[in-house]
């Protein structure tokens, strides 16, 4: 495939899945840098900007869900949940409940958002972070990348 043509790329049947999960992810772990930056410098600016970071975060990850859940069926053509692709499927979920669950918990605190979180919350953030990455990592072994496959 040519690399510049944009007609085949955006109509590749699992090209939109590696694309669209860069949002969340990069969401997130923004996030939790701003969160441990408001943290360490007292911050109240550099939490409303996690804040926010996170809000997005949560509003992306079930659309990179779906197109998993697409690319799923459309390029390994709904093949049996097992091995690496159950265990990028199971590390991926995992990881958008527990965005969705730390949304939920500043929002709740939303009457101060420039409040910099509490060391509970930073823990689950980046055990949050590390599930994202045996998500990623999973998942480059499921397309190919991972493993000299192109």
Known sequence: MNPFDLKAALLAKHAQHPVIIHFPIALFIISVAFDLLATWERNPAMAKA???NLIGAALTA???IASGLTAWQWQLEGAKLKGNLLLHLI???AASGMIWLLCGWRISQRKRPQRTPG???I???LATVLLIAIAGHLGGFVSGVENGAT
């Open 62 to 64: 079930p659309v990179a």
């Open 119 to 121: 060391l509970i919350y």
């Open 91 to 93: 590390f991926a979920l």
């Open 50 to 52: 996690a804040y926010y």
């Open 123 to 125: 823990f689950l953030a």
